[in-house]
C-alpha cells in the first residue's frame, strides 16, 4: 500500500500535465502563432471560405484551370477517403482510366501540345492534392484564352505570378495551386 498511493498520484499528475496541460499548450501556441495553418488553411473571398490551400477543388468548367484527378470515392477531393486508387500499374483498369482522362484532355485541348502532362491524368498518394506543375497549366492556355477570350500572354503571366518555388530548391519541384491560380483568373476580368 504504501508503493500504491505515490503510484496513483504520480499517474494522475502525468496525466493532468501530459493529456491535458500539454495538448491544451501546444494547441495554443500553435493558433497563437500559426493561425491560418491551425484553421485549415482556409482561403476567404467576400468574407466566406471558398477553399483550402492545402485540399483540392474539382473544376470541370472551359473556363478554369483544372487540377490533378481525384482518386477519392463517392466524391472527388473528398478528404474523408484520402488515399490513392491502389491500381497497381499493370493493372487494365488503371490503364483504361489514364487513356480515358487522356483522350478527354485531348478533345478539350484540341490547340495544346500532344503530350499530355502526367499530372494531368494521374491521382497523387492523397487523391487531394491542390496542386499542379507550371506545365501542366501552361498546356491548358489555349483553352482557357479560347474561352474567355484573353491573350494567351495574359494567362502565361499569370500562371509564372501563380508559381511556388520552394526554398531551397532541393525541397522539391515549382507548383502552382489551381485554387489561388482561378481566383486570380476571376480577378482579371472583375
Known amino acids: 500500500m504504501s508503493h500504491l498511493r505515490p503510484a496513483v498520484l504520480l499517474l494522475l499528475l502525468l496525466t493532468l500535465l501530459t493529456g491535458l496541460a500539454y495538448p491544451l499548450l501546444t494547441t495554443a501556441l500553435a493558433n497563437w502563432l500559426f493561425s491560418p495553418q491551425a484553421h485549415g488553411s482556409l482561403i476567404y473571398a467576400e468574407g466566406r471560405a471558398v477553399g483550402s490551400a492545402l485540399i483540392g477543388q474539382p473544376f470541370s468548367h472551359d473556363n478554369y484551370f483544372w487540377g490533378r484527378p ?3 470515392s463517392a466524391a472527388p477531393y473528398n478528404t474523408l477517403a484520402s ?4 491500381l497497381a500499374g499493370s493493372n487494365p483498369a488503371l490503364d483504361q482510366a489514364l487513356a480515358a482522362r487522356i483522350a478527354a484532355l485531348r478533345a478539350a485541348h484540341p490547340d495544346s501540345p500532344a503530350a499530355v502532362p502526367v499530372d494531368l491524368v494521374t491521382a ?3 487523391g487531394l492534392d491542390p496542386h499542379i506543375s507550371p506545365e501542366a497549366a501552361r498546356w491548358q492556355i489555349s483553352r482557357i484564352a479560347r474561352v474567355r477570350h484573353l491573350p494567351p500572354a495574359t494567362l502565361e503571366r499569370l500562371v509564372a505570378a501563380q508559381t511556388e518555388t520552394p526554398f531551397p530548391a532541393l525541397l ?5 495551386n489551381v485554387l489561388e491560380l482561378n481566383r486570380a483568373l476571376d480577378a482579371l476580368k472583375g
Open 70 to 72: 481525384s482518386a477519392t
Open 83 to 86: 488515399g490513392g486508387s491502389n
Open 124 to 126: 497523387s498518394g492523397s
Open 172 to 176: 522539391g519541384e515549382p507548383v502552382v
